[in-house]
């Protein structure tokens, strides 16, 4: 089963998507080219502000491309994908936003007792609220 990574789960907002759409679709035309050694992509998501592509592999041009796209999203929205004025920061955890996006995201009230037994979310909060708050 040769993996298609335009039908795979992407964990971020939908901003980045023309970014990894671009991969994907090389990815894709690559593996269906050389069934025998493909490209696997084990996740695609924001972490600590920035699009993170887990593959394995890749020959270079595809390792570029992926490089071009994940270097991208620090210059782009992850919300709405503007590349004005583009900023990744927020108190306590970290998104690459608009100050329009920006604007729209409340800071969560983090208490200890959260961070002490959620500590791993706190810089992965409101991307699910990001991607369905962008589909409709
Ligand atoms: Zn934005």
């Known amino acids: 089963m040769i993996q298609i990574v335009s039908e795979m789960p992407w964990e971020c907002g939908k901003g980045w998507w023309p970014l990894i759409e671009k991969v994907a679709a090389a990815i894709d035309t690559f593996n269906a080219a050389h069934p025998e050694t493909p490209v696997e992509v084990s996740q695609i998501k924001q972490k600590f ?12 041009d ?6 071009e796209a994940v270097a991208a999203s620090w210059h782009t929205c992850e919300k709405c ?56």
Do not use: F
Request: with cysteine; net charge positive; charged share 30%.
């Open 49 to 60: 502000g920035g699009l993170r592509i887990y593959h394995y592999n890749a020959p270079e």
């Open 81 to 136: 994908g503007s590349t004005t004025d583009v900023t990744t920061n927020l108190e306590g955890y970290r998104l690459t936003l608009c100050p329009d996006c920006r604007k729209e995201i409340k800071p969560r009230v983090i208490t200890k007792r959260k961070i002490t037994r959620h500590h791993h979310e706190k810089d992965n909060v409101n991307i699910n609220e990001l991607g369905q708050a962008s589909v409709s």
């Open 62 to 67: 595809l390792r570029l491309l992926i490089d």
